[in-house]
């Protein structure tokens, strides 16, 4: 399930119009580093694990919208922030992950 997840969000970023390629790569490879992360937090975490690939999923397809909405934009990134929260000294980089993800997808609406 998470794997399908995120390859939807590779899928979306892979085939969005509005994203440079360099900005493409990177949001590639920061998903590729989630995706270790989730899987080893999905091993005692399952539920919390698919939140985060959920409201990563989200995020992604606001930010990669044609006509964005800034407001929903924003509304599914605190999702995505506030999914990870807990998780700072039992998961350091999946929190650093998530965060550095959230911050490129916002920069991608201005």
């Given at each position: 399930?998470?794997?399908?997840?995120?390859?939807?969000?590779?899928?979306k970023?892979?085939?969005?119009?509005?994203i440079?390629d360099e900005r493409?790569?990177?949001?590639?490879?920061?998903?590729?580093?989630l995706?270790?992360?989730i899987?080893?937090?999905?091993?005692?975490?399952?539920?919390?694990a698919?939140s985060?690939?959920?409201?990563?999923?989200?995020?992604?397809?606001?930010?990669?919208?044609?006509?964005?909405?800034?407001?929903?934009?924003?509304?599914?990134?605190?999702?995505?922030?506030?999914?990870?929260?807990?998780f700072?000294?039992?998961?350091?980089?999946?929190v650093?992950?998530?965060?550095?993800?959230s911050?490129?997808?916002?920069?991608l609406?201005?």
């Amino acid at each position: 399930m998470i794997e399908k997840t995120i390859g939807e969000i590779e899928a979306k970023i892979r085939g969005a119009n509005a994203i440079g390629d360099e900005r493409k790569g990177e949001l590639l490879q920061l998903l590729g580093t989630l995706k270790t992360e989730i899987g080893a937090l999905e091993k005692t975490h399952g539920e919390q694990a698919q939140s985060i690939a959920g409201f990563a999923n989200v995020s992604a397809h606001e930010a990669t919208r044609e006509e964005q909405n800034p407001e929903l934009l924003e509304h599914s990134l605190a999702g995505l922030r506030s999914s990870v929260e807990g998780f700072e000294k039992t998961h350091p980089r999946l929190v650093q992950i998530v965060n550095a993800i959230s911050n490129t997808l916002a920069n991608l609406g201005i």
